[in-house]
């Protein structure tokens, strides 16, 4: 909220790091109908139902889109072979696929864009994962899987993957990957990864293998951050034979790969 008398700002929650005068903690406000002065900049307003718009250019031609009421597209749940091929899923706000104590589950094929939610939640599941599919522009992570407590802790191989893919993220201010998570012995391999504010991936789980893949042009956002993020927390893993360029010179304390806490 804005308190205009006393030049001050309420914010709905708290900030880690803080935000200090003259410092490198940027910082940015949604929603603001004020601050609605460049071209692709919006403003809702809830009591009304309105939508003002700063378009980019001519929008007499523009395909527009609006979903009120998403949910979830596909659920998965204690299921064996079951592929999805050549599906094409857009404008929805909540996720694509959810997917939850499965196995041999294969996303191929598909086109995964404009999402609220994930694109793949993949949760204590083996053998699954995507391939040859794209994701852009998906707010949450494009992909994110987790083992469940019993297989990690048991180092019980997983063995999912995510190969041959296409992420990308443009002109958007989510700060998630587009993979986090992984469980044993999983296996991340060439894929491209296009324009992200933050990490392009954050892979985790033990005996993981992040390879032959190429990130271009991420972060330009973030600071104290990697192309690839990952921490000490997250298991042992193997990253090697990928091609990181063009990250972006705006960004202080980049790193192609950052391995934080050590």
Known sequence: SFDGDNRSVRTVNYSTYGVRENSQCEYYFFNVLEELDIPGEWYIDKKTNKLYLYPVGDIKEAKIALCT???????????????????????????????????????????????????????????????????????????????GRSRAQNLKPARNFVQNCFFSRQN?????????????????????????????????GNE?????????????????????????????RQDRFNYIHDMSANVKMGHAIYYDTF
Request: contains cysteine.
């Open 172 to 204: 958007d201010s989510s700060h998630a990957s587009a993979i986090i998570g992984g469980g044993v012995g999983d296996v991340y391999s060439h894929n491209l990864f296009q324009k992200f504010a933050a990490a392009a991936a954050t892979p985790r």
């Open 69 to 147: 009421n998403g949910v979830d597209l596909f659920s998965v749940n204690k299921a064996k072979y079951v592929y999805f091929n050549g599906i094409t899923m857009s404008y929805n706000s909540k996720s694509g696929f959810i997917i939850n104590d499965s196995e041999n589950i294969v996303v191929q094929n598909c086109n995964l864009g404009f999402l609220k939610g994930n694109g793949i939640i993949m949760s204590n599941s083996s053998y699954s994962g995507a391939t040859t599919t794209q994701f852009y522009n998906v707010t949450d992570n494009m992909i994110k899987i987790s083992d």
């Open 208 to 236: 993981t293998v992040f390879e032959y893949n190429e990130i271009t042009a991420s972060p330009y956002e973030v600071t104290d951050m990697g192309a690839v993020y990952t921490s000490g927390f997250f298991g042992l």
